[in-house]
């Protein structure tokens, strides 16, 4: 399987996404041509660090006597301790079929859920050895990888994809890293789930489309481009595609959407997407994504450090549009709404200003005390129009608050809902993809500090010190239809430094792509 995130056979995605399947083409070509292709195997091994011997995995131990007569394991013993978790042993020609061997460590063989860590750690070690036997052998610039399941193909196809990418559009073709063909390695005595390395792919495209949006610079990535890129994108994937104008937008009445892109010269762009996997009578799940393509705070202007990441501030938008295309890939039996407000929050003379004061779809009005808190500004309208959808629940995705990254650093996303049954599913996605969650409370008394002005509304900051993100949450529920709701702050999440999650390469994170995939997967096998 190949490892180009996204493009649909057939179609061609726009700018550097085009360059970047260009390039795929050419490595598989190359790859034909090449005499002999060069092939490497990624295996596992079982080892704590106080044993001085570790335990191969199934494939790895079938490997080792079928195929080298138990060279491997001397080699292994040879070489010096044996791999701890996340550290790889190469070894090379030890047999015709593969130029080169990863045994990956994977740590005890009895991990599995923490209680404590809310985590699956024996996914989240597949994951991490996958990755890091990937990435040695992509070094070595290795054709074609062979990946064994280590127990969980899933984790396994999802650490390999996602290792593998890395955000080098920009750079010139002969500069770029080279990208491996991946490819599940199977004994056929032994139980292969293929099933399940075919869904860890399509969560892993998904994530790696997200940080591909993401990671596209601003001015490469404006609502205007975002909007054809992701037309192309969605192009025969069973996800249909509206590109609604600043006109309609006027006409639904979406003042604070279209305050807050007022001081940009580019025009706001409202995306709705929809696919339909079951009867079209049945309600829909509603998923809104924040797109902001940049955000310099406004006349409020942030300082240089917070503005060197924001054109990662689309992170909700380009992780729903990922989950819709994953969603429509495997072909779940679900109806989903996606609704994408898309824009520039920019310093200009139409700038929204401190004091202003705007009225969304529903009547209520907001007073805009500071001009870099437009986050929510811009869902509210879509909340609004979501309710027009009679949806089965609504879920939007943000980056609304830096105080998320104060509280919690790189290690989770931060939830607020007024469903105690869609936190218990979100969470349990999160601990199945390693992706965490945490609930933050949606209390009465963030609302009494927004809602608590005599002359508007609602006020975009609220009296008292600190609770922000709790803040934001509060003010988004007071434009919220009726029904189940949730929201995720993910502002902490859209970086990565490359040590956090060692499979995710330093840059943009693309999260919570997989945990939203896994969400509505879970609720489809609830369901059926």
């Keep these: 399987m190949l490892t180009r995130a996204w493009n649909p056979r057939g179609t061609r995605l726009l700018g550097s996404i085009c360059r970047r399947f260009s390039h795929a083409q050419t490595v598989v070509g190359a790859e034909k041509c090449a005499s002999p292709p060069s092939r490497g195997l990624v295996l596992g091994i079982y080892s704590d660090s106080d044993e001085e011997s570790g335990l191969l995995t199934p494939n790895a131990a079938k490997y080792n006597e079928d195929y080298t007569h138990g060279a491997l394991m001397d080699m292994l013993r040879i070489a010096g301790p044996m791999p701890r978790r996340g550290e790889a042993r190469l070894f090379f020609n030890l047999e015709p079929t593969y130029s080169v061997v990863a045994v990956c460590g994977l740590g005890s063989d009895c991990l599995g859920y923490d209680p404590v860590e809310k985590m699956d750690l024996s996914k989240e070690a597949i994951r991490l050895a996958s990755a890091t036997g990937c990435q040695e052998l992509q070094k070595l610039k290795t054709s074609r990888i062979y990946v064994e399941d280590f127990g969980h193909a899933e984790s396994a196809a999802e650490g390999a994809h996602l290792g593998l990418w890395v955000n080098q559009e920009m750079r010139a073709v002969e500069r770029r890293q080279f990208i491996p063909q991946l490819q599940l390695y199977y004994e056929p005595s032994l139980p292969c789930d293929s099933n399940g390395w075919r869904i860890g792919m399509a969560k892993a495209e998904a994530q790696n489309l997200a940080r591909q949006l993401m990671e596209a610079p601003a001015n490469h990535m404006t609502p205007t481009s975002f909007a054809q890129n992701v037309v192309q994108i969605l192009c025969n994937s069973g996800v249909n595609v509206e590109v609604k104008v600043r006109s309609w937008a006027e006409s639904q009445g979406m003042d604070a959407f279209l305050t807050v892109a007022k001081g940009s010269c580019e025009p706001p762009i409202f995306l709705e997407l929809s696919y339909y996997g079951t009867k079209m009578s049945d309600r829909p799940i509603v998923l809104i994504g924040q797109g902001n393509t940049y955000d310099s705070g406004g006349i409020c202007a942030k300082k240089i450090h917070a503005l060197k990441d924001m054109r990662g501030d689309m992170a909700g938008a380009a992780s729903v549009v990922a989950t819709c295309r994953a969603i429509a890939a495997l072909k779940l039996p679900v109806n989903i709404r996606a609704l994408i407000p898309l824009c520039e929050h920019m310093i200009g003379c139409n700038a929204v200003k401190p004091g202003d004061v705007v009225t969304p779809r529903n009547g209520k009005s907001i007073e805009i005390e500071n001009a870099d808190y437009e986050g929510a500004l811009v869902l509210v309208d879509a909340l609004q129009y979501a309710g027009s959808f009679g949806p089965k629940y609504i879920v939007d995705v943000a980056t609304l608050s830096d105080h998320v990254l104060e509280s919690f650093g790189k290690v989770c996303s931060a939830v607020f809902t007024n ?110």
Excluded at 448 to 464: L, P
Excluded at 475 to 498: A, S
């Design 419 to 528: 469903s105690e049954e869609l936190w218990q599913r979100i969470k349990h996605a999160g601990v199945h993809t390693g992706d965490r969650m945490w609930r933050l409370p949606l209390w009465d008394y963030y609302t009494q500090q927004m809602t608590s002005a005599e002359h508007v509304d609602v006020q975009n900051v609220g009296r008292g010190v600190g609770g922000e993100s709790c803040k934001a949450a509060a003010l988004l529920r007071e434009f919220l239809p009726c029904g189940q709701w949730m929201h995720i702050d993910t502002y902490n999440v859209m970086t990565t430094k490359g040590e956090d999650f060692p499979y995710l390469r330093r840059g943009m994170a693309g999260r919570p792509t997989r945990t939203l995939i896994e969400f509505i997967a879970q609720a489809c096998c609830k369901e059926q």
